[in-house]
């Protein structure tokens, strides 16, 4: 077989032919023109962004549901519904949240007027006692003719000392809407004392360090059990219990603490953000509502009264304050403005007083009839957890009410 030619050994003649040869055949083929290379260039990626933003769009998808899905089965005592706007306010929904709940409660706000009311729930049991040293008077009924028993403190169950430590009592707070009824709770401070307790998942730190119910070696002595404030994230207030800062207190907050000794007190904050061994426990919520006995004069303007739905929107509100003998007196409401909210607890003879947590899943006050916890009783009936809440381990931080004997 004769060797193959190198391109050294073909003549001039034949690498010129070669050269037009392939000259054509690179003439015949189709130009790309620039713009067209560009637009090709263009698609390609987008086509490669579409599919990045549809992947990450899908991992977003399964971590939210996976989140989702673990949240709904951790334990819990709140409905399912709730926890899931709970979900959303928590994972970056906070804002379309509270709009729609903005929407939804002024769609269905209270119209002025309408039917008053020929009776008032019937709460308590009994008078305030025989040994009574201080009670405080009647609530000045706002709504002439009164009903009967209104503004009337009526005792709840256990005696302590021969006294009620605990008397409740109804009335109607708005000429302008004569069906609606307020609840407010006095607390001698001689006679009972107040402890904070963390709940299972509020303040967010707390990770089963303290029982997220009352602690039934406890229940022999129990008066009454009532909400806290905002989650910790709502309102950015500080709390502490049992010895442990679980979040820093703020100066210039509204703040409910006790101190060693059990004298309980609303104030403004402004002792840094660890209170020293004297103080037992203190929970901040938003600023004062009622100060001096004075209403704050700023209810009316801007939302720090309610950091989702802000103050002007009639909700379920509760507030808690200190008369002006150091007892305490808790106050709650449906269809409550901030501002209305806080003419409750003056008209109870609240000088200084906060806003507590609001809407109808969060708001309870229950007191028990006999010693043991036994026949809890809600302060007003349209108050929607059972009354058995916080005897059993709850979501939120809550109070308990215990009989100080020898008081």
């Not at 169950?157 to 000429?175: E, Y």
């Not at 806290?228 to 049992?242: H, P, T």
């Not at 509100?317 to 449906?334: E, K, Q, T």
Request: charged share 20%.
């Amino acid at each position: 077989m004769p060797a193959r030619s190198t391109r050294a050994s073909r003549s001039p003649i034949a690498l010129y032919e070669e050269r037009i040869v392939a000259y054509e055949r690179r003439s015949q083929r189709p130009r790309v023109k620039p713009a067209m290379r560009r637009h090709r260039r263009a698609r390609s990626l987008a086509f490669r962004a579409r599919r990045i933003v549809l992947l990450a769009s899908l991992l977003v998808i399964v971590a939210a549901c996976g989140s989702f899905t673990t949240t709904m089965l951790q334990p819990s005592n709140v409905p399912l519904s709730v926890r899931s706007v709970e979900w959303l306010r928590d994972n970056g929904a906070a804002s379309l949240v509270s709009a729609v709940e903005r929407a939804y409660y002024s769609i269905n706000a209270p119209a002025t007027g309408g039917p008053a009311l020929t009776a008032l729930p019937k709460i308590g049991v009994l008078g305030p006692g025989t040994a009574v040293p201080y009670a405080p008077p009647p609530i000045a009924p706002v709504i002439l003719p009164a009903l009967p028993g209104e503004g009337v403190w009526r005792g709840t169950g256990p005696l302590v000392s021969g006294a009620a430590p605990i008397l409740v009592t109804t009335f109607r707070p708005d000429p302008s809407y004569p069906s609606m009824v307020a609840g407010v709770a006095w607390i001698d401070s001689s006679r009972a004392w107040l402890q904070l307790y963390p709940g299972r998942y509020e303040p967010p730190n707390a990770g089963g360090s303290q029982p997220a119910e009352v602690p039934p070696q406890l229940r022999s002595n129990l008066l009454a059990t009532f909400n806290s404030g905002f989650k910790l994230e709502d309102d950015g207030g500080g709390f502490v219990a049992f010895g442990h800062v679980y979040a820093p207190l703020r100066d210039g907050m509204a703040t409910l603490i006790r101190l060693r000794d059990g004298t309980p007190d609303v104030r403004t904050w402004t002792g840094g953000p660890d209170p020293g061994p004297e103080v037992e426990f203190a929970r901040q919520n938003l600023p004062l509502i009622v100060s001096g006995g004075r209403l704050n004069p700023n209810l009316g303007d801007g939302p720090q009264w309610g950091a989702t739905l802000g103050n002007a929107v009639r909700v379920w509100r509760s507030g808690v304050g200190v008369d002006a003998r150091g007892n305490i007196i808790y106050a709650a409401a449906d269809n409550q403005t901030a501002m209305s909210l806080a003419q409750i607890l003056q008209r109870a003879g609240a000088i200084r007083a906060m806003e507590l947590d609001i809407n109808d899943e969060w708001v309870t006050f229950n007191s028990y009839r006999t010693f043991g916890a036994g026949q809890p009783a809600k302060l007003l009936p349209g108050m929607i957890r059972d009354a058995t809440r916080y005897l059993s381990p709850d979501d939120r931080d809550f109070l308990a009410v215990y009989a100080r004997h020898g008081g």
